[in-house]
């Protein structure tokens, strides 16, 4: 369920969670590797667990916990998903698999249009440091996911703003590989 495409802007609430096709232009596998974003489909009915791990081994980030995403089991739900959905960039990668439910990743792509990646379980995805970016569950409420770090997590959000972000080794590390 990898099939990324270019996402009508609407106010932060409700209508996030809906799926916001703006149009039918393609968004492929290969744009998302342009914007330094790789995501997978992993096999769930084989050695999954095995899979993951070597991945996470690949790219560094050997460590992980497990976050479940509902409105029954997590305190401050509508305040947490406000704040995942803040556009954000991190100093690390974010790499998440989805281990349950399904929800929405929002990325900049190199022409600053806003991008939305639909995940569900099996999903793999990795968002390079640097990259803008911002998460919302569907209207399902409820998405189980596997976060990788390295060896302590870094996983600060720093909101987009007109300097400060830009100003960050990270970003202008991120700007320059794209290009
Ligand atoms: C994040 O960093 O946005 C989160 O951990 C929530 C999304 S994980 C499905
Ligand atoms: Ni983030």
Redesign the pocket.
């Known amino acids: 369920s990898i099939a990324a495409y270019f996402m009508e802007e609407v106010a932060p609430g409700a209508l996030q969670k809906k799926p916001l096709r703006l149009n039918d232009l393609p968004f492929t596998i290969k744009d998302l590797e342009e914007s330094g974003c790789f995501a997978y489909k992993v096999d769930m009915s084989g050695d999954w667990e095995k899979a993951v791990e070597k991945y996470s081994e690949d790219v560094g980030m050997k460590n992980r916990d497990v ?1 479940k ?1 509902n409105p029954v089991t997590m305190p401050n739900f509508d305040e947490k998903l406000a704040i ?1 959905f803040e556009e954000h960039l991190h100093t690390d990668p ?1 790499v ?1 698999f ?1 281990m349950e439910g399904s ?1 929405y ?1 929002d990325i900049r792509d190199v022409q600053d249009r806003w991008v939305r990646i639909p ?1 569900a379980k099996g999903d793999l995805l990795f968002l390079p440091a640097g990259i803008y970016h ?2 919302t569950t569907d209207e399902k409420d409820s ?1 189980v ?1 596997m ?1 990788f770090f390295k060896d302590a997590p870094r ?1 600060e ?1 720093h909101n987009r703003s007109k300097q400060e972000t830009e100003e960050m080794v990270e970003r202008k590390e991120y700007v320059k590989g794209i290009k």
Do not use: K, N, P, Y
């Open positions: 976050v995403i995942f974010e998440r989805i929800g990743f995940v911002r998460f998405i996911a976060r996983w959000a």
